[in-house]
């Protein structure tokens, strides 16, 4: 569909417009709720202008802050390990970014008083922070979510339409390294490294990182002599060198480079059928 195709092309700018839209609706009827509540007895308390005031600068405020969000996100994506870490982190964030909103909010509320000839009261700047951050808190975690869960969705859901168009199996991989991009053939990748959503490629002492995950690369390269033999690991059956179990059930892999992979239980047996087959 060619809504798909703009998503896919403009994934970035689409999800910024998505969340700008959001905002200004939900903004919109917040005032208008705001401007009900103070006529509740037929004689307004305030001007019909100034709820407006409140929602929108509170709302351009976070438009503003949302394309370093998005890079701060892209910089801690969510990890399987280290929890306590990227929620301290997390948090500490979250914090600098209800500063900097509530900031960019009051300067603009003020400005549009001066400029109409009133005066805005912000209150208690300590009370009154401490009630925005907890608005602002859930709204930066929330953002996070939708986030990531967008990107997930984009890698897996929007990506099969040309997975399944693919024709003939991959023999190479074009990574993108420190601004350069290099061509990795497929049989020169001893093994495999999850993380994240990148794989690390180990090919002849060095390491190239591309934007997939452990899964779908397995997948794509089912007919390419590579096996799984770890959550986190993958490696190209011509470079095995030799293997050696544990009495855990475990085993190590040493391959032709000299590079020790783990074996973990879970992938040992379909491991076994494959290197005696190739023996």
């Known amino acids: 569909m060619w809504i798909t195709k703009i998503i896919k092309q403009h994934t970035t700018y689409c999800g910024y417009a998505a969340i700008v839209l959001y905002v200004l609706i939900n903004n919109t009827i917040n005032a208008l709720s705001h401007w009900t509540d ?3 007895n037929g004689t307004p308390t305030i001007q019909l202008w100034e709820p407006f005031v409140w929602q929108y600068s509170s709302a351009l405020s976070l438009c503003l802050l ?10 801690f994506p969510p990890r399987a390990s280290g929890l306590l870490k990227q929620l301290t982190i997390h948090i500490c964030i979250s914090f600098l970014f209800s500063m900097s909103h509530v900031l960019l909010m ?5 400005s549009v008083y001066t400029l109409l000839g009133g005066d805005y009261d912000f209150g208690n700047y300590f009370t009154e922070f401490i009630y925005e951050y907890r608005k602002d808190v859930l709204t930066y975690f929330s953002i996070l979510v939708c986030y990531h869960s967008a990107k ?6 929007l990506n099969t339409p040309e997975q399944q168009e693919t024709t003939g199996p991959v023999t190479q991989f074009v990574v993108k390294k420190q601004g350069n991009e290099y061509q990795v053939k497929i049989a020169d990748i001893e093994w495999y ?9 180990h090919s002849q002492g060095r390491v190239y990182p591309i934007r997939k995950t452990l899964n779908r690369l397995c997948s794509e390269l089912q007919n390419s002599h590579v096996t799984r033999v770890h959550r986190s690991f993958a490696i190209n059956n011509q470079a095995v060198e030799s293997v050696r179990y544990v009495s855990s059930g475990d085993g190590v892999i040493t391959l032709s480079s000299g590079d020790e992979i783990n074996l973990s239980r879970r992938y040992k047996e379909s491991f076994k059928k494959i290197y005696k087959a190739s023996l």
């Open 38 to 40: 103070h006529n509740r």
């Open 66 to 75: 949302l394309p370093v969000l998005f890079i701060v996100f892209k910089r």
């Open 106 to 110: 009051v300067l603009c509320r003020h």
């Open 152 to 157: 997930w969705i984009m890698n897996t859901q």
């Open 193 to 201: 490294e999850a993380c994240g959503n990148y794989v690390n490629l």
